[in-house]
Nanobody
Framework: QVQLVESGGGLVQAGGSLRLSCAAS????????MSWYRQAPGKQRELVAN???????NYADSVKGRFTISRDNAKNTVYLQMNNLKPEDTAVYSC???????????WGQGTQVTVSS
């Protein structure tokens, strides 16, 4: 069982930056995919970005060029650097771990990000 704890959310003005962290309770070296999802009120949860064990990354079109995902296996932590934030980025951001492939095996509780205009 892997526990994931997100931190770093908050209130920021449009154009500002935040860095989210996702700390795992155990080693993420053998976890194939670490992902960030978000869910805004009244909307479905969407994949924001993911990073594979080998370093390959993927981003939603809406965040390309603004967000950067990274993983530090030594610290068992995944980060999401969010720059040039927009009001439409407002959501609860959750971290997820996929041990091999397919659906996520573990989820964090989420952290609120609010971007004011």
């Amino acid at each position: 069982q892997v526990q994931l704890v997100e931190s770093g959310g908050g209130l920021v003005q449009a154009g500002g930056s935040l860095r989210l962290s996702c700390a795992a309770s155990q080693s993420i070296n053998m976890i194939n995919v670490m992902s960030w999802y978000r869910q805004a009120p009244g909307k479905q949860r969407e994949l924001v970005a993911n990073i594979f064990r080998g370093g390959t990354t993927n981003y939603a079109d809406s965040v390309k060029g603004r967000f950067t995902i990274s993983r530090d296996n030594a610290k068992n932590t995944v980060y999401l650097q969010m720059n040039n934030l927009k009001p439409e980025d407002t959501a609860v951001y959750s971290c997820a771990a996929t041990v091999r492939l397919g659906a996520a095996d573990y989820w964090g509780q989420g952290t609120q990000v609010t971007v004011s205009s």
